[in-house]
């Protein structure tokens, strides 16, 4: 443990009392020669959040002093709530008592109330440790003494004020980027400049553009970055033969979508005179011009991931690696990292061999193409592949082997319906429609888990420091209000002590191909916990697997890429005391750093999801359809149509009763019709309008279809009006409780990565 883990520790100890610098470098033997450093320590420490110093200069961890550390996340009304960074219920702040506080910052806050045994509580902002909002993107509005910036993001209400001299040259209603000069307090708005113009809102690629700059996410490389990517030789050096296995000679393919570029997994399958089957996954070794600290791998790090937005790919590597040296293009040698895995008739890994390798992928292969080969639908394509034909039968007898062992153990497969959002060449969107995830996809998915299964157990008893791929236990409490939803439409989770993934596998598989599929699975999903990335292998729920890590993807995940460097260390016998005590701060940064990155990724794939889908329903307005009810708040319902849109029925366009919210069983309730709007009901509706500001789409209930009760569906009981107060059903849809829209989707691709 460093220095600083110690501080902690002793000032968590029962018998602790706030000391001051003197007191502490007293207790921890510091020298006068080393007291400049250690107030520098205790300084970054009060930076970081990890310690608390109070008026009279003396010190203590947060917890002990009556405060909490975490994340400020605001609201379009003026007030927020602190994201706690330990398990903990979130802290509702008053705009009163935000103190200057911005959406994003992390902050120090003090709890002043607390009600439900601590389960709800309001709080006050008592220090910003972060700025997380050094600019601002929103759209400006000019007067004749000043101009100011309201920003895209609702979660910043305040307006940045900008004085006449640092306007440049912004318009009324341009789009610009505003630097904060001046951060707000209680009483004055954030002051800024304008540093840049976007454009108008109305041209083209200005939305998906706006969403990059919401999200700063990196539009281009720095020029030290393309410089040291153009020095990188297109040849494999001689040498590198020489040192690797040549298998070059094995049949060997990739599978992957139509527009995929970065082709970084090929795989090569034969059975064994035993019976058992030999499965190779070869993954591109981007390590190998990827070194630790090059120029390459510091932007990596920093960009953590690709992030793919529709029409465009804001790529971790330059193009040069991504779509180049390092992916597995067919008929030219790629350098990979390979695993070989021998598997018996029951789907368990026998024996395998890790190691590195050169190879010449035979073919590139689309799922679409794969999947017609396996079903015998297009005679030019068997007769072009015909020497795969067998290679890819024996795939699918494969994957179905592991399918059923991952099932037996316990996986939660879930099975959500996808969709392909088609752009014309004016990057507007002309049709919404599912995404078919055939047999080829499947295939894939299974060697992948069970490649990414097997090195993360190979490197777990080596005890070297490694990123791993960790989904915790799930909260007893989010499950058992799933448990009550379920229990209402008939199904039964039994758990004890401990909760078991096969309890929830079997409420996926009693719900499918029922109407309410979707909504009992997404109920479920967004009751479990997010996976992350950690130096601490704790195993990964969802998979029901107890060793598991991301090796498969190093071209668009940095996670990947550093486990590749520390494998690629460790086989060739590189890893020494000095270096593996060095390793550990490498990988914990790394796990922290990838998780954060991936969690931007996924909601600025989901926002552009969103506006794209609100503009291909900008004229349909009138139209009608029919949807199933998603979500049930206190202030309305979200219908999910067949092509996966989802719009809001809002509760006042419910004209014709006072409808009540009962939580219990997730409906809406009419006082006098005693009409029911029930979670997982199927409902027709007519789009009535979209908000494109906001990526909304709002729908209204056709009253032509044929009413729904209480006493038709047989319901028991007084309706449970959810007990919300004010502020809870201002901010509804935003908090994270398990009924509200937001973040369903986030869920939904953070499983999905975990496919590959």
Known sequence: MNLKGIIVSFMKEQAYKPMDTYELSKIFDIRKTELKNFKKLLKDMEVEGQIVKNRTGHYGVPERMGLVVGKLQGHAKGFGFVICEDERPDIFIPSSFLNGAMNGDKVIAKVTREENGGKKCEGEIIRILNRANKTILGTYEDSPNFGFVVSDDARIYQDVFIPKELKGKAKTGDIVVAEIIEWPDKRRNPEGKIIEILGRKEDKGIDILTIIKRHKLPEEFPENVLNFAKDIPEEIPAEEYKKRKDIRDILTVT?????????????????????????????????????????????????????????????????????????????????????????????????????????????????????????????????????????????????????????????????????????????????????????????????????????????????????????????????????????????????????HPKELQKIIEEVKGKKEETVVSTLLLRSLKQARYSPECVGHFGLAAKYYSHFTSPIRRYPDLMIHRIIKEFINGQIDEKRAKKLVGIVDYASV????????????????????????????????????????????????????????????????????????????????????????????????????????????????????????????????????????????????????????????????????
């Not at 396996?374 to 994957?399: A, H, Q």
């Not at 049930?632 to 996966?644: C, D, Q």
């Open 255 to 499: 599978i992957d979508g139509e527009d995929a570029k970065d082709l970084d997994d090929a795989v090569s399958l034969k059975k064994l005179e035993n019976g058992n089957y030999y499965l190779g996954v070869h993954i591109a070794d981007v390590t190998n011009y990827v070194k630790e600290k090059n120029p390459l791998d510091k932007e990596a790090l920093l960009r953590g991931t690709s992030v793919y937005l529709l029409d465009r790919v804001i790529p971790m590597l330059p193009k040069k690696l991504s779509n180049g040296i390092c992916s597995l293009n067919p008929k030219v040698d790629r350098l990979t990292l390979s695993c070989f895995m021998e598997i018996d008739k029951e789907g368990t890994v026998i024996d395998h061999d890790i190691f590195e390798s050169v190879i010449n992928s035979n073919e590139r292969m689309t799922y679409t193409d794969v999947s017609k080969i396996l079903k015998g639908e297009n005679s030019d394509l068997l007769k072009r592949y015909d020497y795969l034909i067998d290679t890819f039968k024996l795939m699918e007898e494969l994957c179905s082997v592991l399918h059923k062992r991952r099932m037996k153990r316990g996986a939660i497969d879930f099975d959500f319906q996808e969709s392909k959002i088609i752009l014309n060449e004016n990057g507007k969107p002309i049709d919404i429609k599912p995404y078919e995830r055939g047999i080829s996809n499947r295939i894939i998915e299974e060697f992948m888990l069970i490649c990414n299964e097997t090195v993360s157990e190979h490197m777990f008893w080596t005890n070297l420091p490694f990123v791993y791929r960790i989904h915790e236990d799930p909260d007893i409490e989010k499950l058992e209000h799933f448990n009550e939803f379920a229990h209402n439409l008939g199904y039964i989770v039994k758990w004890g002590e401990k909760v």
């Open 593 to 756: 750093q990838s998780s954060e990155t991936e969690r931007t990724a996924q909601e600025a794939e989901r926002e552009v999801d969103d506006l794209k889908k609100a503009e291909y329903m900008s004229d349909k307005v009138g139209e009608k359809y029919c949807g199933i009810i998603s979500s049930v708040t206190s202030f309305g319902i979200f219908v999910e149509l067949p092509n996966t849109v989802e719009g809001l029925v809002h509760i006042s366009d419910l004209s014709d009763d006072y409808y009540i919210f009962d939580e219990r069983h997730l409906s809406l309730v009419g006082e006098r019709t005693k009409k029911i709007y029930r979670l997982g009901d199927e409902v027709k509706i007519v789009v009535s309008r979209v908000d494109m500001s906001t990526h909304e789409i709002y729908f209204e209930i056709d009253e032509e279809k044929e009413e729904v009760t209480i006493e038709s569906l047989g319901i028991e009981g007084e309706v449970i009006k959810g007990e919300l107060s004010e502020v809870e059903e201002a901010a509804a849809g935003e908090v994270k409780e398990i009924h509200p829209r937001r973040g369903k989707k986030n869920f939904r691709k953070g499983y999905k990565s975990e496919r590959r």
